[in-house]
Nanobody, 125 residues
């Protein structure tokens, strides 16, 4: 069992920044990829970004490219999502997740087997 705990959400004005953290604990095998998804009220959960533990390869949704940066601290089993130039459209519940896979499949939510509880991000206009 892997436990994922997100933190860092909150309320910010448009153009501002937030940094989300996701700490993994539990079984020694933490999976191959960590991902972030977000779900706005009344909408489906969508892919935001992912990073592999071994070489730090990243993927980003087109909507966040150039604004969001995902990094990892392997020693701390923690990933960080730096979100800059936030827009009201970025408002959502953000979830981190762990996947045993790498490659393009990690943009799909059902490739992940462990999920955090979510952290709310609200961007005011």
């Amino acid at each position: 069992q892997v436990q994922l705990v997100e933190s860092g959400g909150g309320l910010v004005q448009a153009g501002g920044s937030l940094r989300l953290s996701c700490a993994a604990s539990g079984r020694t095998s933490r999976g191959a990829t960590m991902g972030w998804f977000r779900q706005a009220q009344g909408k489906e959960r969508v892919f935001v970004a992912s990073i592999t533990w071994d070489d730090g390869s990243t993927r980003y949704a087109d909507s966040v490219k150039g604004r969001f940066t995902l990094s990892r601290d392997s020693a701390e089993n923690t990933v960080y999502l730096q979100m800059n130039s936030l827009e009201p459209e970025d408002s959502a519940e953000y979830y981190c997740a762990s996947s045993p896979w790498t490659g393009a499949i990690v943009i799909t939510w059902n490739s992940y087997d462990y999920w955090g509880q979510g952290t709310q991000v609200t961007v005011s206009s």
